[in-house]
């Protein structure tokens, strides 16, 4: 069993709880999944009840896995046996638990304003009325996505009392990354920068971290730079880099930002040219 216990988060950090991601094996589900990875989402810790839970995940490459006997909530058990791809449908909640209840899109996380639950996306808000206070890890939902997947997904969970718990992810390929580690070395610098700004006003395909559109969105602008700065200097430096501590300090950071803002007019693909440009 893989079990990725992940601390990133943008509220504070995490100290009564933290949200799992555990990989499922989906290989009973038959030929439907074939092509699919499935992953359980756990909010962990005890004492208390969970009191809400929302998901933003939005695929720019790729798709979710829905099931055509499925729906947004857990299904019944008793299905398995005759639709067993039904077991690794996309949905939010407890398996067996009907007290599940969706609410709207997830507001927390800058959803909205409609409510979205499809291959492409899941923008949605839910919570569960159970009694879970003796369980030290509460499923919270479960999503099976292609394995050419491609996007951002941000998890945010609340235990009661506690502050919510979130996590704020990059999808690659199937995979989970850092948000603005574009090579996917485990670290935001300066190699993902020069991703960036190397495509800088390009057209390139949509989703290619390597050419600099974290954004999904097939052109290299001020969102994917945001991506990187965003996020800069988070992870574990690779060896080369650790080895020199070039891990660049705030000021270093300021400078890499007035540069950028001097050189962007200079850019070739730009439609307009000041004339101190020597390009």
């Given at each position: 069993?893989?079990?990725?216990?992940?601390?990133?988060?943008?509220?504070?950090?995490?100290?009564?709880?933290?949200?799992e991601l555990v990989f499922v094996d989906n290989s009973s589900g038959g030929s439907a999944l074939?092509?699919?990875?499935?992953?359980?989402?756990?909010?962990?810790?005890?004492?208390?009840?969970?009191?809400?839970?929302?998901?933003?995940?939005?695929?720019?490459?790729?798709?979710?896995?829905?099931?055509?006997?499925?729906?947004?909530?857990?299904?019944?058990?008793?299905?398995?046996?005759?639709?067993?791809?039904?077991?690794?449908?996309?949905?939010?909640?407890?398996?067996?638990?009907?007290?599940?209840?969706?609410?709207?899109?997830?507001?927390?996380?800058?959803?909205?304003?409609?409510?979205?639950?499809?291959?492409?996306?899941?923008?949605?808000?839910?919570?569960?009325?159970?009694?879970?206070?003796g369980l030290s890890q509460i499923p919270i939902l479960r999503v099976s996505f292609s394995n050419?997947?491609?996007?951002?997904?941000?998890?945010?969970?609340?235990?009661?009392?506690?502050?919510?718990?979130?996590?704020?992810?990059?999808?690659?390929?199937?995979?989970?990354?850092?948000?603005?580690?574009?090579?996917?070395?485990?670290?935001?610098?300066?190699?993902?920068?020069?991703?960036?700004?190397?495509?800088?006003?390009?057209?390139?395909?949509?989703?290619?971290?390597?050419?600099?559109?974290?954004?999904?969105?097939?052109?290299?602008?001020?969102?994917?730079?945001?991506?990187?700065?965003?996020?800069?200097?988070?992870?574990?430096?690779?060896?080369?880099?650790?080895?020199?501590?070039?891990?660049?300090?705030?000021?270093?950071?300021?400078?890499?930002?007035?540069?950028?803002?001097?050189?962007?007019?200079?850019?070739?693909?730009?439609?307009?040219k000041p004339t101190w440009c020597s390009i």
């Open positions: 069993m893989l079990i990725l216990t992940l601390a990133w988060t943008n509220v504070k950090p995490l100290e009564a709880g933290a949200l074939a092509d699919f990875v499935s992953w359980d989402i756990y909010l962990t810790g005890s004492g208390t009840d969970w009191t809400s839970a929302e998901t933003r995940l939005k695929l720019s490459r790729g798709s979710l896995y829905q099931d055509p006997v499925g729906g947004m909530i857990a299904p019944d058990p008793a299905d398995f046996e005759a639709h067993p791809s039904v077991e690794f449908d996309t949905y939010v909640g407890i398996v067996g638990d009907t007290t599940t209840t969706i609410s709207g899109p997830a507001t927390m996380l800058g959803g909205g304003p409609q409510m979205r639950f499809d291959t492409t996306m899941l923008d949605v808000r839910w919570s569960n009325t159970a009694d879970e206070s050419d997947a491609t996007g951002t997904w941000d998890i945010l969970a609340t235990r009661e009392g506690q502050a919510p718990q979130i996590l704020d992810l990059a999808m690659f390929n199937g995979m989970f990354y850092l948000k603005g580690d574009l090579n996917q070395d485990g670290f935001v610098g300066q190699d993902d920068l020069g991703s960036v700004l190397a495509n800088w006003g390009n057209n390139v395909p949509p989703g290619h971290w390597n050419d600099g559109d974290p954004s999904g969105d097939g052109f290299v602008s001020q969102d994917d730079l945001n991506h990187v700065l965003g996020h800069w200097g988070e992870g574990i430096p690779p060896p080369a880099i650790a080895a020199f501590n070039s891990v660049p300090e705030p000021r270093s950071l300021l400078l890499t930002i007035a540069a950028i803002v001097l050189l962007l007019p200079c850019w070739r693909n730009l439609r307009w």
